[in-house]
């Protein structure tokens, strides 16, 4: 190990192979391919990194690299620069995010980094959606260590992983030892599931080092950058789960940027967590400047460093570059022992997930065009989707509860999935769905709970999940995964007023400011506005129960960890609609239920909504949403043209729930609530006894609502009332005008 003082002297051709390097490193060309031609190409240490990969490591293309092609990239450059001087690094996320790691639990996605041959993984935050237990197993499998320095058991004050591993390289007949130091974020305890970090009691037994001015991790990292130098390290390499810049859901005192501004030590850092892509430089606490990069997501980019040693090791030691996909030439090259492996995985899987669960008639909205013309935002995270309400929808119905929740970042789908859709977004096509469909849309195999909750609690939830948006959607920060599609309640949001949000130190909910206005209004749940101090019961997932939903932390469980959110998509379609997904969910922009409004009282088109009503009483039973109006009117239903059907049980099973419904497809568009049920049961309608008759006049079919254990003489088989307004004489001969139920036109 060389302790000379500081003295730079370059081998031969170092200093024309250092330009070029630079420059490769500014247009994003493969530094590999350039190193091939200098005649110092062996005299380097080379770094070839990853970083969220999120499952995509199949995946070989022009917009993505894949495990066979970063193997065959670091083989190409062992062969230039020694096997010996080249290490595979993955800087965390690479198990969770498609169906392939959800199924394994990540032993697929080891399986394929050991065949790859990386060696160094920083576990992201994604690493412990399986479980700490299923973490520590995988770590078993995996022929490379797992190094965080910021991970540590309380109860026993053990650490969870070597927090660096030391690693030796010869460069010119010198010896240089270079340690990886691992970090993740301290937000994992909120950004995975928080009941993977307790204990049976429900405390809170792991410690990332999150206080909230950063110093415990900042310590921790000094700490470990010390211990790897005194036991001989002449490099310190941090590979961070971090992400330099700040957001909503990165505390600026966790970046890695601030990691680095408050430590020396760290010769260069290999980041992750935040999706970017950046080759850059840092300020340390000395103000050196050191290279920090970032390769995006699901391989669509790689990096490598290439360090020259000399008798001084430092960051200005450090050349870094990152190399796009499309940079290289296309197909990708691949590796073919890696292409294999990957190959027999893939076929496996397929043939786990081919089963059509059911069909679609319409396209289902996951990713939007910004103002910006990127096509790849997250819909979900910005407004109400069709998909979003879908997937709500289905969390409600499988555990039967008042409202559900889902962040709009929990709903996803590859972009190698989807396809244009018809409005200019895109998503799902129409057609059959998989197992695999679902799982890629819910893919973070979620636990589904059931909770009770204030209605206040819900005003505040709805109240945060708005905070970012503004009126104009071109800046990618406003896209907050965090933000709500909902089943069971509608709401109207103001975006152009200042939120009243107040934000713990975290990012989380801490309280709305009472002297501002509030954002949200006009809180419907079940069709009635909200009570602040009644208890409702809500259906969400872990992330929302115990993360930045601080609102919820101390809800009244009534149903923990009953299913999985995947699973109650494919229920929900199977049990529930009859394994068609109808013209309910045939807006891309979903229902109505979410309105973001500029303005207190937004235009809207006047149309008639019509409503069953009880004219004894004036007491409507339903109404029928301006949304609901159209899609009627786009199938050819007339404004009276809605049906009855009468629904599964539900609850305890003593009543039924009737849904109002197209008989051309069974595809449902509101449900009514329990004291509807009760109504109708009221009226004589008993709960096993609505149905629907569809007799033929002139050759069109005209479908009446009837009950068959009553007639107008009390016999069996008469109709209540016919879809048909123009029927009224049919009502009034059966004696029911001015006592039955009947329809009303109102104006909306």
Avoid at 271 to 292: F, K, L, R, S
Avoid at 389 to 400: C, E, I, P, Q, T
Wanted: hydrophobic share 35%; proline share 5%; glycine share 10%.
């Amino acid at each position: 190990m060389p302790h000379a003082a500081r003295h730079r002297h370059a081998p031969k051709g170092a200093v024309a192979l250092a330009l070029a390097l630079v420059l490769a490193a500014l247009v994003g060309a493969p530094l590999a391919a350039k190193a091939e031609d200098s005649p110092a190409a062996e005299h380097a240490i080379v770094i070839v990194h990853s970083n969220d990969v999120h499952c995509s490591g199949l995946a070989t293309s022009a917009t993505a690299i894949g495990y066979p092609g970063i193997a065959q990239y670091a083989s190409e450059a062992k062969e230039s620069y020694g096997a010996a001087n080249v290490t595979l690094v993955d800087a965390g996320d690479a198990i969770q995010g498609q169906p392939i790691g959800t199924l394994s639990k990540g032993q697929d996605l080891v399986d394929l980094m050991n065949v790859s041959g990386y060696d160094i993984a920083v576990p992201g935050n994604h690493e412990f959606d399986y479980g700490i237990a299923q973490l520590q197993a995988l770590e078993g499998t995996a022929d490379y260590p797992y190094v965080s320095c910021n991970v540590v058991n309380t109860q026993t004050g053990e650490p969870l992983f070597d927090g660096y591993r030391i690693l030796s390289y010869e460069v010119d007949g010198q010896t240089y030892e270079v340690a990886y130091v691992g970090v993740t974020t301290p937000a994992t305890l909120t950004g995975s599931d928080p009941s993977i970090f307790e204990d049976a009691s429900g405390q809170t037994i792991y410690s990332f080092y999150g206080d909230d001015s950063g110093e415990a991790l900042y310590d921790q990292v000094q700490t470990t950058v010390d211990a790897a130098r005194a036991e001989g390290a002449d490099y310190v390499i941090a590979v961070t789960h971090l992400g330099k810049d700040a957001s909503s859901s990165v505390p600026e005192r966790w970046t890695s940027t601030a990691v680095v501004a408050h430590t020396t030590g760290i010769d260069a850092v290999i980041d992750g967590h935040t999706h970017q892509i950046y080759n850059t430089t840092v300020p340390n606490e000395d103000g050196a400047q050191i290279p920090i990069a970032q390769c995006g997501t699901q391989f669509q980019a790689m990096g490598e460093m290439y360090l020259y040693p000399d008798a001084d090791p430092g960051p200005d030691d450090i050349q870094s570059g990152i190399v796009q996909a499309s940079d290289l030439h296309q197909p990708a090259p691949q590796d073919p022992t890696v292409a294999a492996a990957v190959q027999a995985k893939q076929d496996a899987l397929d043939q786990e997930l081919k089963q059509v669960v059911g069909t679609s008639q319409v396209g289902l909205s996951v990713y939007a065009p910004n103002d910006e013309g990127d096509p790849w935002w997250w819909a979900a995270r910005m407004h109400e989707t069709n998909l979003g309400d879908y997937v709500a929808d289905a969390y409600r119905s499988l555990l039967d509860s008042d409202v559900a929740f889902v962040n709009g970042g929990g709903i996803r789908a590859p972009q190698t999935a989807v396809t244009p859709l018809s409005n200019g977004t895109f998503g799902f096509a129409a057609g059959p769905f998989t197992y695999n469909d679902f799982i890629s849309i819910n893919s973070f195999a979620n636990t589904l709970s059931v909770v009770e909750v204030k209605g206040q609690d819900i005003l505040d939830a709805l109240e945060y999940s708005v905070r970012a948006l503004t009126p104009a959607f071109d800046d990618e920060t406003e896209a907050e995964g965090s933000f709500l599609q909902v089943s069971g309640l509608s709401f109207t949001a103001r975006v152009d007023i200042p939120t009243p949000v107040i934000e713990n130190s975290d990012g989380g909910f801490e309280s709305v400011d009472p002297s501002m206005e509030r954002r949200v209004r006009d809180v419907t749940v079940g069709g009635a506005p909200i009570d602040p101090s009644a208890t409702y019961t809500m259906t969400t997932i872990p992330i929302i129960l115990g993360g930045d939903y601080t609102m919820f932390a101390d809800a009244t469980p009534v149903k923990p960890d009953v299913g999985l959110d995947y699973d109650a998509l494919v229920r929900y379609l199977r049990d529930d609609l009859g394994g068609t997904i109808g013209q309910a969910y045939a807006d891309p922009a979903g229902q109505g239920r979410i309105t973001l409004t500029t303005s207190e009282s937004p235009v809207q088109e006047t149309v008639k909504v019509y409503r069953l009503y009880n004219p004894s009483s004036g007491e409507h039973l339903f109404t029928t949403s301006l949304v609901e109006y159209q899609t009627l009117s786009g199938l050819g239903w007339d404004e009276e043209g809605t049906c009855f059907e009468e629904y599964a049980s539900v609850g305890t099973g003593e009543q039924a729930v009737y849904r109002l419904y197209n008989p051309s497809n069974g595809g449902h568009f509101f449900t009514a609530s329990a004291v509807e049920a009760d109504r109708l049961i009221a009226l004589g309608w008993k709960s096993e006894g609505i149905a629907w008759y569809g007799p033929v006049a002139g050759g069109i079919d005209v479908f009446r609502l009837y009950n068959p254990n009553m007639t107008a003489d009390g016999g069996l088989g008469s109709h209540l009332w016919t879809t048909s307004k123009n029927e009224e004489s049919v009502l009034e001969g059966l004696g029911w005008k001015g006592e039955g139920i009947g329809w009303r036109a109102v104006e909306g």
